[in-house]
C-alpha cells in the first residue's frame, strides 16, 4: 500500500529526530521494493512543493526541523521584505542583501538566521519554489548595447535586461510587457523578452492595462469557457429544473447593490413567522448547478478565484453570460438560488434555520442610496417594501449589537471613490460613505455565513472557512508598550482577546490619538484567509466563519455552496482524500488570488489618485500621517483621501531618526516629532505618473 504524503512528513516531523535519505525513510514506513519508485517521485513531488526540504547528503527533512519558513515573499520599497509563512506563524524579515533572485509574490523557503534587535526574525531566502508572475510590466528604455524595463511595480526593484533584437519593437518610454527567461541570482538582475507593447505611459486606457498585465490578471476567457456558459445560459431554466425546489416566487425578495452593479449574488426577505418571530430569508444565487465540478468553467473560475474590481472595469471570476444574466439575482425574472431562511427575533436571536434549494423572482433591484432613502424616509418603493427595509434595519442593528456585546472589532475604514470621465481620466476623488443600507446588507450576509459554518462545525462537514487568527504575541506587546504613555490599558500581559482590543478603541473614542491607536491595532491584525480548518475569527470575535453568500464573484463561496448540498440537501458524505487533498489546495489557491485582486484594486486607485494630483501641484492640504519609514512619513490628505510621501531629505531643519517602535520620526537636535496619526499641512511637490508617486513636503502643522 502506497504511503501517504502526511505519513512521510509526521515521521520526519516527530519520529525520526533527523534527516533520512530516501532508502532510510522507505525502511522506515515499511515501503515495498514494487512501490520504491513511486516512493522516490513522491519525495520530489514533496520537495518541490515546499513540503521537504532536501539537505546535504541527499537527506530530506520536515522545513521546520531545520530552522526553515516556507511563505510567501512581500517586498516593501525599500527592496526588503517578509516572508508570510503558510503555516500562520510570525512573520520573517529579509534584507534586500538576502533576497538572492526572489521577487515579490514568488513562494519561497528562507532560513531563520537571527533574531533582529531581541525581537523580530530575521533571515534569507535559500529557494524559490514558485514564482508569482512569469511577466513584468514596465517601461522601456534603450541603451547603447542593450535595452531594459524598469517595473512599473514600485515592491520590484531590480531592472529587467532586455538583449539585442528581444525588443519588440518598443521605444524609448513605452510601456511593456516583457516574459522573463532568466531570473538572475544575487549578482544579476532577470532577462527577458517584451511580448506586447501597451502604449505610452498617459495615453488613454494604458494605465489601468498596465495594472491588468502586471498583475497577470486574464483578460479574456478560453473559448471552450465561454462557450460552456453561452450553452448555459441559452438553455435557461426549463420546468424540469424547478423539481425538488422550494417556490418562493410568491415572496416580496429584492436586492441591494452599488449603482452600477450586475452580478447580484444576493437578495433579501423579510416575512413574519410564529411567536412574535421573523423569518428572514437570504437568498443566494446557486452557481453550483450552472458551474459543474470538473467542467472548464469551474477550472477556469477556480484560476481566477475571484472577480476584480478595478477602477474602470469589471474582470469577472465567471463569463458574463453566467455572472451578468443567468446567475444574477435580476428583478422580474425567475433565478435558482439557495436560500437560508432564518428564524430571528426582535432582539437578532437566531431560533432555527433551514437550507432550501429554491426558485425565486426579485421584484426590485435597489442601490444602497435608494435603500437608504427609504431608511430614511425621504423616498417610498411601496408600502410593503418599506416596511421590509424598515423592519430589516431594526434586526440587522439587534445582530450588530450582539457581535459587539461579544467583541467583534469594526474599525469603519473610509474607502475612496473615483470619479472618471468618459476619457478614464480622473475628475474627483471622494470618500465612500458608509450608509445604513451598506451595514443592513452586512449584518445579513455575515450572520448567513457564521450560520452555515456554525452548521458545518456542529455535523463535522468538510468545509472551506474564512479564517482571521489572534495577532502575533510579539505585536500585542508592541502595542499594550505603544499605548501605555497614553494612559491605556490593554488587558493582562499575554494574549490579548477581541474584546481586549474592542474596549481599548471604546477608551480612545474620541480623544485626539484616536487615529493613531486605531491604526496601530488594525496593523497589529494579520490577514484573513481561506482554511480547511476552522481555526475562528478574531476580528469578528466568532468561533465559526466561512464565506457562503457571493459564489458569482469568489470561488470558496461556490465551493461551500457545493459542499452544503451535498452535506445538508442530498446527505451524502464529502470524500475524505477530497477534503484532506485538493481542500487545502482550493485554500491556498484562493487566499493567493483574493491578494492578488486586493493589490491589483488597489493599484488601479493608486495611479488614479497619482493622476489626479497632477492638476493640484503646489497646492497646500492637511492631511494625517498614516505611516511612517526610516525614509520618511507618509501623509493621507483630508480632501482627496489621497496618500504621498515627506521623503527625510525634505525636511532640512534637523536630521532625524527613525523609532520604528513609536512609529515616530524625531529630529536629533530639535526634538521635533513626526508621528503616525499627528495632523499636518503639506504642499504637493511632485508627481510622478510612471513610479506612481506623490511627493508632500511639510508646510506646518493643523
Not at 320 to 335: I, K, T, V
Not at 337 to 342: F, N
Not at 503 to 517: C, F, S
Not at 540 to 557: E, M, V, W
Request: glycine content about 8%; overall charge negative.
Amino acid at each position: 500500500m502506497p504511503v501517504s504524503p502526511e505519513r512521510i512528513v509526521e515521521h520526519l516531523r516527530n519520529v525520526a529526530g533527523r534527516p533520512l535519505k530516501a532508502k532510510e525513510l522507505a525502511q522506515a514506513l515499511d515501503v515495498a521494493t514494487a512501490d520504491y519508485h513511486a516512493f522516490r517521485d513522491l519525495l520530489q513531488h514533496l520537495e518541490d512543493e515546499g513540503v521537504l526540504y532536501r539537505v546535504k547528503g541527499q537527506r530530506f527533512a520536515a522545513p521546520e526541523k531545520i530552522n526553515l519558513i516556507v511563505g510567501r515573499l512581500q517586498t516593501i520599497r525599500s527592496g526588503a521584505g517578509f516572508v508570510i509563512p503558510e503555516d500562520g506563524a510570525g512573520d520573517l524579515y529579509v534584507s534586500a542583501t538576502e533576497l538572492g533572485s526572489a521577487l515579490d509574490g514568488d513562494r519561497v523557503v528562507a532560513r531563520v538566521e537571527r533574531r533582529r534587535r531581541g525581537q523580530r526574525q530575521e533571515g534569507r531566502i535559500i529557494k524559490v519554489l514558485e514564482r508569482a508572475r512569469e511577466t513584468i510590466v514596465g517601461t522601456y528604455h534603450p541603451a547603447r548595447n542593450f535595452g531594459f524595463v524598469v517595473p512599473e511595480d514600485p515592491k520590484l526593484v531590480r531592472d529587467v535586461f532586455v538583449p539585442p533584437g528581444q525588443e519588440g519593437g518598443a521605444q524609448d518610454g513605452d510601456m511593456v510587457v516583457v516574459r522573463v527567461s532568466s531570473w538572475g541570482d544575487e549578482h544579476l538582475g532577470p532577462a527577458g523578452e517584451i511580448e506586447r507593447v501597451l502604449g505610452r505611459l498617459g495615453m488613454p486606457g494604458v494605465d489601468v492595462l498596465a495594472v491588468i498585465y502586471g498583475h497577470e490578471l486574464p483578460v479574456e476567457f478560453p473559448g471552450e469557457v465561454e462557450g460552456e456558459a453561452e450553452r448555459i445560459r441559452k438553455r435557461g431554466i426549463l420546468r424540469q429544473d424547478l423539481r425538488g425546489r422550494t417556490d418562493l416566487r410568491d415572496r416580496l425578495i429584492f436586492t441591494i447593490d452599488p449603482a452600477d452593479a450586475k452580478d447580484h449574488d444576493d437578495a433579501l426577505s423579510i416575512e413574519r413567522a410564529t411567536g412574535g418571530l421573523w423569518q428572514v430569508g437570504v437568498h443566494i444565487a446557486d452557481v453550483a448547478c450552472y458551474v459543474q465540478e470538473g467542467s472548464a468553467l469551474d477550472a477556469e473560475a477556480l484560476r481566477r478565484g475571484t472577480s476584480v474590481y478595478l477602477v474602470d472595469r469589471v474582470v469577472p471570476m465567471l463569463p458574463e453570460a453566467l455572472s451578468s444574466d443567468l446567475c444574477s439575482l435580476r428583478p422580474d425574472q425567475d433565478r435558482l438560488a439557495l436560500s437560508l431562511l432564518l428564524t430571528v427575533a426582535e432582539d437578532g436571536k437566531l431560533h432555527g434555520h433551514e437550507l432550501v434549494r429554491s426558485v425565486i423572482r426579485s421584484r426590485h433591484r435597489l442601490s444602497y442610496d435608494d435603500a437608504q432613502a427609504v431608511l430614511d424616509g425621504t423616498r417610498s418603493i411601496e408600502a410593503e417594501t418599506d416596511r421590509a427595509l424598515r423592519q430589516l434595519l431594526s434586526i440587522s442593528r439587534a445582530l450588530r449589537a450582539s457581535r459587539e456585546a461579544r467583541g467583534s472589532l469594526d474599525f469603519d475604514l473610509p474607502e475612496a471613490r473615483v470619479v472618471l470621465n468618459t476619457q478614464g481620466e480622473p475628475t474627483d476623488i471622494q470618500r465612500v460613505l458608509r450608509l445604513e443600507s451598506h451595514r443592513l446588507i452586512e449584518d445579513f450576509m455575515l450572520l448567513a455565513n457564521e450560520t452555515i459554518a456554525r452548521q458545518a462545525a456542529r455535523r463535522r462537514v468538510p468545509l472551506l472557512y474564512r479564517i482571521h487568527e489572534p495577532p502575533d504575541d510579539t505585536r500585542i506587546e508592541q502595542l499594550r508598550e505603544f499605548v501605555g504613555p497614553f494612559g491605556l490599558r490593554l488587558g493582562t500581559r499575554g494574549q490579548a482577546t477581541p474584546k481586549d482590543l474592542q474596549r481599548l478603541l471604546e477608551r480612545v473614542r474620541g480623544r485626539p490619538e484616536e487615529n493613531l491607536v486605531s491604526t496601530i491595532v488594525l496593523r497589529s491584525m494579520k490577514q484573513a484567509r481561506y482554511s480547511p480548518e476552522n481555526l475562528g475569527h478574531f476580528g469578528l470575535a466568532a468561533h465559526h466563519y466561512t464565506h457562503f453568500t457571493s459564489p458569482i464573484r469568489r470561488y470558496p463561496d461556490l465551493i461551500v455552496h457545493r459542499l452544503c448540498a451535498r452535506a445538508f440537501l442530498e446527505e451524502e458524505a464529502v470524500p475524505a482524500e477530497w477534503a484532506e487533498h485538493v481542500l487545502p489546495t482550493i485554500a491556498r489557491i484562493a487566499s493567493e488570488r483574493e491578494r492578488v485582486a486586493v493589490e491589483a484594486e488597489r493599484d488601479s486607485i493608486d495611479l488614479k489618485k497619482v493622476e489626479f494630483m497632477q492638476r493640484h501641484l503646489g497646492e497646500e492640504f492637511a492631511g494625517t500621517i498614516s505611516g511612517v519609514t526610516s525614509f520618511g512619513c507618509f501623509v493621507l490628505l483630508d480632501t482627496f483621501f489621497v496618500e504621498g510621501l515627506v521623503h527625510v531629505s525634505s525636511l532640512d531643519d534637523d536630521y532625524y531618526a527613525h523609532l520604528e517602535e513609536q512609529y515616530a520620526l524625531v529630529g536629533e537636535h530639535t526634538r521635533r516629532r513626526l508621528q503616525l496619526g499627528q495632523r499636518v499641512r503639506v504642499r504637493v511637490a511632485g508627481v510622478n505618473l510612471e513610479e506612481r508617486k506623490i511627493d508632500f513636503q511639510l508646510a506646518g502643522e493643523v
